[in-house]
């Protein structure tokens, strides 16, 4: 199993750009996360999706859009990139019928907005 | 208020000597859960440990250790006989209920640990 996959690994966008950021697991979990981390801070949860077809909001939405079409995979859409979200972008994903509900995470796509 | 503090911004420990790693967090919720990550300086996120709320021991993964305490809402990290390649930054997590395991995680802002041999 590869687990949680992400491209690209680094990315740099000018201000104003958009792109889509993969994510894709083959796990056949049912939850799946975008996460975010600034320099020196913790990760702050974007969207999640509990299924295909199913997406909500986290802690810092504005700026990005998901869509979840299957199991396996759950882009992240940046549209008109702003300096602001110059980041780390971690995807996660996690099986409801586990006890912990542990995520797995990918190994991040680091970006630049300038 | 935050969720999940940390307040070890940073910490220098020597080789072979063990190591608490502080966190604390607010939740309302009666279950939830407990988790520590580990991040080397490569980037990768590492599922260390977890601690279900409703869990009457303290989790235990090899030399890691969660000493979990309820009513101060507690949930440190320790490390024994640390090792250099321990150097990382750490993450101490929580997942609620509200969201049925389903809203992500909330994490705390980490502590650089670095062992000097």
């Known amino acids: 199993n590869a687990g949680v996959t992400q491209t690209p690994k680094f990315r740099i966008l000018k201000i104003g750009q958009s792109m889509t950021l993969q994510c894709a697991q083959d796990?056949?979990?049912?939850?799946m996360y975008w996460y975010r981390q600034d320099p020196g801070m913790g990760l702050k949860l974007i969207y999640y999706s509990v299924g295909a077809g199913i997406t909500d909001k986290g802690e810092v939405p504005n700026g990005y859009n998901v869509s979840r079409s299957t199991t396996e995979d759950f882009p992240l859409r940046l549209e008109l990139a702003a300096p602001s979200q110059t980041s780390v972008y971690f995807c996660?994903?996690?099986?409801?019928?586990?006890?912990?509900?542990?995520?797995?995470f990918g190994p991040g796509t680091r970006l630049t907005v300038t | 208020a935050q969720k999940i503090t940390q307040t070890q911004p940073g910490m220098f420990v020597q080789e072979k000597e063990a190591v608490t790693l502080d966190c604390t967090y607010d939740?309302?919720?009666?279950?939830?859960?407990l988790f520590w990550y580990k991040q080397p300086s490569s980037g990768e996120m590492i599922f260390l440990i977890y601690?279900?709320?409703?869990?009457?021991q303290n989790a235990t993964e090899g030399r890691y250790s969660l000493n979990f305490q309820k009513a101060r809402k507690s949930a440190n990290l320790v490390i024994s006989a640390s090792q250099l390649g321990d150097s990382a930054m750490y993450f101490c997590a929580m997942r609620e209920k509200s969201g049925g395991g389903a809203d992500g995680l909330t994490f705390g802002k980490g502590t650089h640990l670095i062992i000097q041999p």
């Open positions: 939740t309302s919720d009666q279950s939830y859960g």
């Open positions: 601690q279900g709320s409703y869990d009457e």
């Open positions: 796990m056949n979990h049912n939850y």
């Open positions: 996660a994903s996690s099986y409801s019928g586990s006890v912990s509900y542990e995520q797995y």
